[in-house]
Structure formats: C-alpha cells, structure tokens
C-alpha cells in the first residue's frame, strides 16, 4: 500500500469543509476498537444484521473479515475463510444481493506485478460469532493488462461486480462478467473513465442509483446510469488520517468514511443530493483534491 504524505495540509484542507454527521440520519460514527484490526481498508455495511460493518485489514493477516458493532466499535465476528488462498492485498469488500459478501485481494502495489488477482465470495452468516465459512474464489484479470486496485462493489439488484483501478491521474471503472465463474479467468473491461481522482475505495447506493468513488482526501459521487456514469458533484470527506474506505449505510441515507491505522474512527456524512455542482473556475482546486505524493 502506498503511503501518503502531507497529511497534515490535508487534513486543513479538507476539515475546513466538513459537515457535521447527526447519528438521526443513518448509523451512529464509531472506533473501531479491536486490536487486531490495524489497516482497515474496507468497509461494507451489512443489510442482514443492521448497525454491523464488514471491514479488513489489507495485508499479513491472513483470510479474516470481521463484523463490528457501530453502536460500541466492537468485533462481534470474526469469519475464517477457508477454500481460497493465501490472500495477498485485500483491499476492498462488499455486500451483493441475498446477502453475499464479496471480498476484492486486488491490490498490487507494484502497479501490474501480479499476472491476475481475486475476488472471495461467501454468504453473510445469520448468526454473528467467530467461525469458519468456506468461500468461493475467483481469479480475475483486467483486458489491458494488470494494475493495481483497492476498489469493488457488486451491484445490488444485478449482482454484477465492478472495479475501479488505482491510479494518481485517474482510473477506469471495470466491469465483470455478468456471471463470475470458479473455474475460469474472469477478465474485467474498463467501460468509464473515473478522472481526477486516486481510488482508494467505492461504494454503491442501496437502489444502485448512485455511486461514491474516494480518494484519501476526497471523494466524486456519480449516477450509475447502468455503468455509463455520470458525474454529480465533489464531496468533502472527513479526515481521519489515511482514508481508504466508504460505504452507504444500509439505508443508503449515509456515507460512513473509514481510514486506517489502531483505533481508526468512521465518521459519516449525509448521502449527496443527486445534482451537479458547478465546476470550480480554472485554477482553482476544489477541496479534496490536493495532488499528494505517495511512496510505498
């Protein structure tokens, strides 16, 4: 994972335009509490169980996800995934419809060292308790060849799975088959630019009308118009140090914004009105987009 720096001009930047969460609009900000959780890099709320957040973290740690609590910050789950691999960068998650948790070990720091990458799919279990569920995976490649990634969502009508690579002058969305298959490669093809921004997570709106693509500083909502995307407007993102994940809450009324590091916060923010703003006169940067450098 690259690391940037700067954080603390950022962090000016963008809490100059922070907008105060009401936990009356959606789930309560929380901590994520538990020890064991040091990168959390991806966040999914659950539609099974409400107030739980899936999250991860992206490195050496092994096939866990846990669920935490967001009215105490506390783990409440730990899943064991068994029927894949060794992961390698998980770096983004997803709930997909009939409550199907997909898990994206997308990440390739190198920028296309990884000749393919996977995608771990499991049920999300009724009860919330540590245990093992066997999982199905995936091996995926990209048409014009390997790169690196932190961002997945699943449509949630459809059930499609998307991508948004990462890339400091701005990605593409990639899209999936229509049905992934575990016994072959599944070749993901870029079909929208996603400019002006490093992804660093994405998140769909409950209805599938909307998505959030962010970056560590910022974020860029668009309407999903079936994959042509269209852009709406630029967010502001709370800061909370190196941000790497967002998700609607299950109601789709909030974006819950995560980060990582030991007792990372997730703070959220009312869901953005489905407008464009106007663009910012030229040479003006709005807020959240300060170009940061980044090293490994």
């Known amino acids: 994972m690259r690391r940037p720096f700067a954080l603390l001009a950022a962090a000016l930047l963008v809490g100059a335009f922070a907008v105060p969460a ?154 999936g088959p229509a049905e992934l298959s575990a016994s072959g490669t599944n070749v993901f093809k870029p079909i929208a630019a996603v400019p002006d921004l490093e992804a660093t997570d994405a998140t769909l709106s409950p209805d599938g009308e909307h998505l959030v693509v962010r970056s560590y500083f910022g974020a860029i909502a668009y309407s999903w118009n079936g994959g042509k995307i269209k852009r709406e407007q630029r967010l502001g993102v709370p800061f909370l140090g190196q941000g790497e994940s967002v998700t609607y809450t299950a109601d789709g009324k909030r974006l819950m914004y995560g980060a990582e590091g030991a007792d990372s916060s997730v703070e959220g923010r009312t869901r953005p009105e489905a407008a464009a703003t106007r663009r910012p006169a030229a040479g003006v940067r709005p807020p959240g987009t300060t170009t940061v450098a980044a090293t490994d």
């Open 22 to 175: 009401s936990a009356a609009d959606g789930d309560e900000d929380f901590t994520i509490k538990d020890p064991r959780i040091t990168e959390s890099s991806g966040l999914a709320a659950s539609r099974l169980h409400p107030g739980i957040y899936w999250t991860h973290n992206d490195s050496d740690d092994g096939p866990y996800i846990y669920a935490v609590d967001s009215r105490t910050g506390e783990t409440v789950a730990r899943l064991t995934l068994t029927g894949v691999g060794t992961p390698r960068d998980v770096e983004a998650i997803s709930v997909g419809p009939d409550n199907r948790i997909y898990v994206g070990d997308i990440g390739d720091n190198l920028g296309g060292s990884w000749p393919h990458v996977w995608i771990y799919e499991l049920p999300e279990p009724k009860t919330l308790k540590d245990q093992t569920i066997r999982a199905t995976q995936y091996v995926v490649k990209y048409s014009d060849g390997a790169r690196d990634a932190e961002s997945l969502v699943v449509h949630p009508k459809t059930g499609r799975v998307y991508i948004v690579d990462k890339n400091e002058q701005g990605g593409h969305l990639y899209e």
